[in-house]
């Protein structure tokens, strides 16, 4: 993660916006809070799948909320 945000900041981006699956976001996010200012420049996002599967998620709870 380190490697990537020096590699990222050398080529001229001002962040890091990664990608994941979910135990890997979940084990990356806590390594970049326990080193807030080592890895201030990276910001991660659960994958696709993952943004997806709790949004239809959320939608099933509404939705059976409402009968």
Not at 35 to 48: I, M
């Amino acid at each position: 993660m380190e490697y990537m945000q020096t590699s990222m900041i050398d080529m001229g981006m001002d962040h890091v916006h990664l990608c994941m699956d979910m135990q890997l976001f979940a084990v990356t996010k806590q390594v970049s809070w326990h080193h807030l200012e080592r890895f201030k420049y990276v910001v991660v996002h659960p994958g696709g799948m993952h943004i997806i599967q709790s949004f239809l998620s959320y939608i099933g709870k509404i939705m059976k909320a409402q009968r």
